[in-house]
């Protein structure tokens, strides 16, 4: 009896949907669903065939790449010295952790208007430097802009998972290699560096999610994808061909490509939580 | 401190100063973007120093009264909408996960590992794979435009049923004996022991979850058609109508900075409890 509000609500919302959406990618219908015709897997095939999901692939893979790239490097460097800063670590971090709050739209719409070509301040000092810079024309910028919105809202969130990773790092193992005339750098990469590894491997599964999934705000807010189709990523596709162009077979077949994904990461991260690496 | 070096101090802090302030500009900018008049905001370059119009643009944001080409609907109603969400969120997830925990982990029943597995695998897929059929389950039961259609699909997840069922497991068995020696029934030894040790827990929880509610974007476009159920996300992209001319930036920025405010603050506010659910929910 405990279990039946939980056990509804996923059943209807969850179990119901993925279902649908299985049994839709094998279908095909018209625009107002008027006929529906079973294809069998003439939906996926046709994506597997189609050049611009192809590309979309292509586009979310790098789009994550330098999402987990950027927003891991740079986060593990302010942590490193929020790590060592003894006065005043509470004032950064907190400082620091508030852009996770800041929703993945707001967060596109902000970041649009910052480089907007005509009126933006900062493509205003890009242009006066001598770039030039157009992310409504220039497929090159438009990703590097998503990509900026992206690293800086989870920025706060990898610096908290590293900052709680140096934290736990027991300081005598730190100490006895300062004895041993270690000096920081050398100290960062033989001994911090090594212990943070599950921590950086978690991460990197994390933002490889959140750059397939919560960042279809940014990207509507910021590019609507454009220009073209350069910076449509996989779940902006399932949006835009379901509910704008209306092919809902081609968008449940997408969907099911994602939910593979998704599996497969979580699979892999579970595999690696169990086993923990370990030094 | 492991070695005194003041030249390695001083680099740390330069480092975090020059991060706050990256992470910190693009807010600054709208923020003072925020008080200007529109005419000053599109001007190249746009001042950056706070204008005067600050208060003129908050009230016209928040009740609406204003003539641009997009969205003219009232700030104030959608961030009621925002929070209210948030809230049905929050509290909806912690209510039916903090139910199921307790029955999965201290009733033994029939296909309890079948229950166990099914609301694990709702761990996996996010609303955003699973968009169009979602849509079409709650445009059947005919909760479009409303909190229902809102909220109940993004309660669908498991996360916080496996955070609370990680915690009762440590709660340790003696609890359980000496409330049963002293007669309390397993509904009186939910209420009594353990909805009050999990506090933290749910506090934690609380602030996760709101932030995810309030932050909403591609369900709330699908669902809402009506301005008045828009949720302040949604409503400041309606806002930015296209051509950087019409749409008046002031505006739009003042509500951004509404928007990102209740969030920020139970962030803020609640630091203690944000860091240690975010560090728990993903474990």
Redesign the interface.
């Known amino acids: 009896?405990?279990?039946a509000?939980?056990?509804v609500?996923?059943s209807?919302?969850?179990?119901?949907?993925?279902?649908?959406?299985l049994v839709?990618s094998l279908q095909q219908s018209d625009a107002f669903g008027m006929s529906v015709v079973w294809v069998g897997f003439e939906n996926f095939q046709n994506l597997y065939k189609d050049e611009s999901y192809a590309e979309s692939f292509l586009t979310t893979g790098i789009f994550s790449l330098w999402v987990a790239v950027l927003g891991i490097g740079?986060s593990l460097?302010?942590a490193y010295?929020?790590d060592?800063?003894?006065r005043?670590a509470l004032i950064?971090?907190?400082?620091?952790?508030?852009?996770?709050?800041?929703?993945?739209?707001?967060?596109g719409?902000?970041?649009?208007?910052?480089f907007?070509p005509?009126?933006g301040?900062v493509s205003?000092?890009l242009n006066a430097m001598g770039f030039e810079w157009n992310a409504l024309l220039n497929s090159r910028d438009a990703m590097a802009l998503i990509v900026m919105a992206a690293v800086?809202k989870q920025?706060?969130?990898n610096f908290?998972?590293f900052l709680?990773g140096l934290q736990s790092i027991p300081?005598s193992l730190?100490?006895a290699a300062?004895i041993d005339g270690a000096g920081?750098w050398r100290r960062f990469w033989t001994i911090q560096f090594p212990l943070l590894s599950p921590t950086s491997f978690?991460l990197l599964v994390?933002n490889v999610v959140y750059a397939f999934?919560?960042t279809?705000?940014i990207v509507?807010?910021a590019t609507k994808g454009g220009p073209g189709k350069d910076t449509a990523i996989l779940?902006y596709k399932?949006?835009f061909d379901?509910?704008k162009a209306l092919d809902?077979g081609g968008?449940?077949a997408q969907?099911v490509v994602?939910?593979v994904i998704?599996?497969a990461l979580?699979v892999v991260q579970f595999r690696f939580?169990e086993k923990k690496v370990n030094y | 401190m492991i070695e005194r070096n003041r030249f390695l101090d001083w680099v740390s802090h330069g480092v975090l100063l020059l991060g706050v302030a990256v992470v910190a500009f693009p807010v600054y900018v709208t923020f003072v973007a925020s008080t200007h008049t529109m005419q000053e905001v599109v001007q190249v370059p746009m001042p950056l120093l706070p204008g005067e119009h600050f208060l003129e643009n908050y009230a016209s944001a928040l009740l609406g009264d204003r003539n641009g080409s997009g969205s003219t609907a009232s700030v104030a109603r959608m961030m009621g909408v925002s929070l209210v969400c948030a809230l049905l969120i929050a509290f909806g997830k912690i209510a039916i996960s903090l139910l199921s925990a307790f029955a999965i982990v201290y009733f033994k029943f029939p296909f309890r590992m079948a229950v166990f597995w099914m609301i694990f695998v709702t761990l996996m897929l996010p609303v955003e794979v699973r968009i169009g059929p979602t849509y079409k389950v709650v445009s059947d039961l005919g909760m479009l435009n409303s909190f229902a259609g809102l909220t109940l699909p993004l309660i669908a997840s498991a996360t916080a049923t496996f955070l609370f069922r990680q915690f009762f497991m440590t709660v340790p068995d003696e609890l359980v004996e000496a409330a049963r020696i002293d007669g309390a029934g397993p509904m009186r030894f939910f209420k009594d022991v353990l909805v009050p040790l999990s506090v933290t827990s749910m506090a934690a929880l609380f602030v996760i979850q709101f932030i995810y509610g309030w932050n909403q974007y591609l369900w709330p476009l699908l669902v809402t058609t009506n301005e008045n159920m828009y949720p302040v996300v949604i409503g400041i992209k309606r806002m930015i109508s296209g051509g950087d001319a019409q749409t008046e930036w002031n505006i739009v920025m003042a509500t951004a900075m509404l928007a990102m405010v209740p969030p920020a603050m139970v962030v803020i506010g609640m630091q203690k409890w944000f860091v240690k659910g975010l560090v728990d929910t993903e474990k």
């Open positions: 009896m405990l279990l509000p939980q056990l609500v996923i209807l919302f969850f179990f119901w949907p993925a279902g649908q959406a839709q740079i460097v302010l010295f929020a060592r800063v003894v005043g950064y971090r907190t400082l620091l952790i508030w852009p996770y709050a800041v929703a993945p739209a707001v967060a719409v902000v970041w649009l208007f910052l907007s005509s009126i301040v205003y000092a800086w920025l706060s969130y908290l998972f709680a300081k730190i100490e300062a920081a978690f994390i999934f919560d279809f705000g509507d807010a779940v399932v949006y379901g509910f809902l968008s449940a969907s994602l939910m998704v599996v979580t939580i």
